[in-house]
């Protein structure tokens, strides 16, 4: 097995990894409605052309008109397990350009970092996938089973790129699945769970200075905050302080009253409506975390007869853990050992990935990559060339012990 990795590894084009970087970076991928400036369809293309000039078997799918998946198999044609490698062409938005010292869509080489919106997050990492199956398959090796490589849209949004993937039966089967996100190559074997919630309270309007005259949504909600709060606390007493992913939280991020139309200082609205962005940690139950927010609601019901308050959960990804043993992060692990001669650091995603509905699916998953896992959407984002080129290595090495592991 040795000097089968030791061939593979000759078969990695270190400048093709670059370029390739580079080439992903220049193609503006932030999907913006209505937008012919790039977007994922032109990152989509560029990439299905890509790989079918190297060979391999290329499903380009529509999820939405403008917003493809690009699907490519390399099959060993021996029965055996299947790798998945799941990297996304969709970048955020660059904000302000001027906020950059480099062009956000330049790919600027220098001092051995390629910087750029989307250099780690993931444009990087994908080339590294590719790189990494051009090699094995350029090396002849004798494997068995077969290699996916799932390249969806819309990873920063809603995640419709995924969802389509697993919706039309190409998860089944998998038997593991490398996601390649920024994570400074750390073995993220957990990642935390999301609840999006909006909860309104419901008032009349008034004269301010004669706030008798109606209800006032406000203060109310602001009895509903106080009581979320109270319910963090006591999960995070409940559940404890996860080893790679750290503490449940429930946020307020967006408070908006009124609703609808101008706010005005002498003027009680009749709505306010906040946003809540709920993380969870293995432990936590999402349907059990709704009941608890619906009986809040109730008591403040109860102690008050004009409060009035609605619910609605508008996205929900729960929370993944793998085990150490599973034999995707086995491989992965094993790799990591054999390219840097450290031991690996286990990590967790503070945040949702792909991966997500990938665990969902019932497929094994491990997020590896490179970039520092704090710079992905901020200006001048980079990943460091050596890093990547060590990436691409894990993911070649990982795939050959995965896929001749019994």
């Keep these: 097995m040795k000097r089968v990795e030791e061939a593979v590894l000759r078969y990695l084009d270190e400048d093709e990894l670059v370029r390739l970087t580079r080439e992903l970076i220049r193609i503006k991928s932030v999907y913006r409605p209505g937008s012919t400036d790039g977007n994922e369809e032109k990152a989509a293309r560029f990439v299905a052309d890509y790989l079918r000039n190297m060979g391999l078997q290329v ?17 060993f044609r021996r029965p055996g397990k299947t790798l998945l490698y799941e990297a996304h062409t969709d970048v ?12 956000p869509f330049g790919a600027v080489m220098e001092n051995g970092r390629i910087y750029g919106r989307g250099a780690c997050d993931t444009k990087g990492n994908l080339a590294a996938a590719i790189s990494a199956v051009h090699a094995i398959q350029r090396s002849g090796a004798h494997l068995a089973g077969k290699i996916i490589l799932c390249i969806p849209c819309d990873e920063e949004g809603m995640m419709i790129g995924i969802k389509d993937f697993i919706r039309r039966g190409w998860a089944r089967g998998v038997d593991g699945a490398i996601i390649c996100e920024p994570e400074e190559n750390q073995l993220c074997i957990a990642q935390k769970g999301a609840m999006r919630v909006l909860i309104k309270t419901y008032g009349k309007m008034a004269h301010g200075a004669m706030p008798l005259t109606g209800i006032n949504p406000n203060t109310r909600m602001a009895k509903v905050l106080v009581a979320l709060e109270e319910l963090e606390r006591r999960e995070k007493e409940r559940v404890g302080e996860h080893p790679y992913l ?51 609601l109730q008591r403040l019901e109860r102690e008050d007869p004009l409060f009035q308050a609605s619910l609605e959960v508008v996205e929900e990804r729960p929370w993944t853990e793998t085990d150490k043993e ?81």
Excluded at 92 to 103: Q, S
Excluded at 249 to 269: A, C, D, F, M
Excluded at 284 to 292: G, P, T, W
Aim: aromatic content about 6%.
């Design 92 to 103: 955020v938005t660059e904000g302000d350009p001027a906020a950059w010292r480099y062009d």
């Design 246 to 296: 750290g503490w449940p939280s429930i946020t307020p991020t967006i408070l908006r009253s009124p609703v609808k139309g101008e706010p005005q200082i002498n003027v009680i609205p009749d709505q306010c409506i906040a946003a809540l962005d709920i993380r969870t940690v293995p432990g936590q139950d999402h349907e059990s975390l709704r009941r608890q927010m619906e009986e809040i």
């Design 326 to 406: 599973n034999g995707i992060v086995v491989a992965v692990a094993d790799a990591y050992r054999e390219v840097t001669g450290r031991e690996p650091v286990y990590n967790g995603v503070p945040g949702a990935t792909d991966g997500t509905f990938l665990h969902m699916a019932g497929v094994p998953i491990v997020t590896t990559g490179a970039g520092d896992r704090h710079i992905p959407h901020h200006a001048d984002e980079y990943v460091e060339v050596e890093e990547l080129v060590e990436t691409a290595k894990i993911y070649c090495l990982a795939a050959l012990k995965f896929l001749n592991s019994d």
């Design 59 to 75: 499903h380009y799918e529509e999820v939405v008109p403008g917003r493809p998946n690009v699907i490519a198999l390399l099959d």
